[in-house]
């Protein structure tokens, strides 16, 4: 039984991030937003719901290692999972202003948490508190910065110029499509947790993969959808703002609601978390795009660190 719900939450994952790429990218065209505003924001928010539900379930049932898992290894996923498969599906470009703004600061509050782990190995109520506020900022800078830009009368990009669809039929894909990802990504986290349970793996272990991998599809497939729809700064942003999302709301509130005591080996990924998101940093750095060659180094440095994952 838990096989055939796995297939169902892909199915509702798949079809529910397809709707809710066309809907979100049609309102942002409709209210003259910048659909990385929209990325940032709408979708990024909502495909990491399951991320949210599974770690604040883990936190308050004490599964600290599954909580911190999910959201380091979900970030690794998206990063270069996500990302990868999206350049290599097409080359992806990468604006300036995201990769010196929004991307930088994403490895900063990878940072802060890493400070946070090394500390005292313990992420408390405080802790918590303090991620939430620095998340109140990013929110507070980037309203500022749309509000700003309109004002400025700047001219609208390529996706915001083509014509929206009707806006009831954009809500009803938008939240069509986000109860088909929340319901699918909570189906696939639950039947594989079930699934890699009966084969004696650690909670540590299910978290950095099978929960990390379960939470992401929601990314994945959002912005695989969305990179073939041509909706560059939509697949992108959603990686950013899900990352960013992920430690300063997921993590925050889940310590928030109860302190987490943080395993060793966390260190050690938040870590490689930093290293990667450095290197795509600099692919994206090198010639503003990230080619098919590197989305498939990435693909395989990916594999390389969920071998180790494995084994160590």
Same mark, same amino acid.
């Given at each position: 039984?838990?096989?055939?719900?796995?297939?169902?939450?892909?199915?509702?994952?798949?079809?529910?991030?397809?709707?809710?790429?066309?809907?979100?990218?049609?309102?942002?065209?409709?209210?003259?937003?910048?659909?990385?505003?929209?990325?940032?924001?709408?979708?990024?928010?909502?495909?990491?719901?399951?991320?949210?539900?599974?770690?604040?379930?883990?936190? @308050?049932?004490?599964?600290?290692?599954?909580?911190?898992?999910?959201?380091?290894?979900?970030?690794?996923?998206?990063? @270069?999972?996500?990302?990868?498969?999206?350049?290599?599906?097409?080359?992806?470009?990468?604006?300036?202003?995201?990769?010196?703004?929004?991307?930088?600061?994403?490895?900063?509050?990878?940072?802060?948490?890493?400070?946070?782990?090394?500390?005292?190995?313990?992420?408390?109520?405080?802790?918590?508190? @303090?991620?939430?506020?620095?998340?109140?900022?990013? @929110?507070?800078?980037?309203?500022?910065?749309?509000?700003?830009?309109?004002?400025?009368?700047?001219?609208?990009?390529?996706?915001?110029?083509?014509?929206?669809?009707?806006?009831?039929?954009?809500?009803?894909?938008?939240?069509?499509?986000?109860?088909?990802?929340?319901?699918?990504?909570?189906?696939?986290?639950?039947?594989?947790?079930?699934?890699?349970?009966?084969?004696?793996?650690?909670?540590?272990?299910?978290?950095?993969?099978?929960?990390?991998?379960?939470?992401?599809?929601?990314?994945?497939?959002?912005?695989?959808?969305?990179?073939?729809?041509?909706?560059?700064?939509?697949?992108?942003?959603?990686?950013?703002?899900?990352?960013?999302?992920?430690?300063?709301?997921?993590?925050?509130?889940?310590?928030?609601?109860?302190?987490?005591?943080?395993?060793?080996?966390?260190?050690?990924?938040?870590?490689?978390?930093?290293?990667?998101?450095?290197?795509?940093?600099?692919?994206?750095?090198?010639?503003?795009?990230?080619?098919?060659?590197?989305?498939?180094?990435?693909?395989?440095?990916?594999?390389?660190?969920?071998?180790?994952?494995?084994?160590?």
């Amino acid at each position: 039984m838990e096989y055939i719900l796995l297939i169902a939450g892909f199915v509702l994952l798949i079809k529910g991030a397809d709707f809710f790429v066309e809907g979100s990218s049609s309102v942002a065209r409709l209210l003259r937003i910048p659909t990385i505003i929209i990325g940032l924001t709408i979708v990024a928010f909502g495909t990491s719901a399951p991320e949210l539900a599974v770690s604040l379930s883990a936190s @308050l049932a004490d599964s600290n290692d599954i909580a911190v898992g999910n959201v380091i290894g979900s970030n690794i996923f998206n990063l @270069l999972v996500v990302i990868g498969a999206c350049g290599v599906v097409a080359p992806l470009a990468v604006d300036k202003k995201i990769l010196y703004g929004d991307y930088l600061f994403g490895i900063m509050v990878t940072a802060v948490m890493l400070a946070l782990f090394i500390r005292d190995r313990v992420l408390s109520r405080v802790d918590g508190c @303090l991620l939430l506020a620095i998340f109140g900022y990013f @929110l507070f800078q980037m309203i500022r910065n749309t509000l700003a830009s309109r004002a400025a009368g700047g001219t609208p990009s390529v996706e915001e110029v083509s014509k929206p669809q009707n806006p009831v039929k954009s809500v009803i894909f938008i939240a069509g499509g986000l109860s088909a990802i929340v319901w699918g990504g909570d189906l696939v986290v639950n039947n594989a947790s079930l699934i890699a349970a009966s084969f004696g793996l650690s909670e540590t272990l299910i978290g950095l993969t099978v929960v990390a991998f379960g939470t992401s599809l929601p990314e994945l497939v959002t912005s695989v959808v969305a990179s073939k729809k041509g909706e560059n700064s939509l697949a992108l942003g959603n990686v950013i703002g899900s990352n960013i999302f992920n430690i300063l709301m997921v993590l925050a509130l889940s310590a928030a609601i109860s302190p987490m005591k943080v395993d060793p080996l966390s260190v050690f990924d938040a870590v490689f978390l930093i290293v990667s998101s450095c290197l795509v940093w600099y692919f994206a750095k090198t010639k503003g795009v990230i080619s098919r060659a590197e989305g498939v180094m990435m693909l395989l440095l990916y594999g390389i660190y969920t071998v180790y994952i494995i084994v160590r």
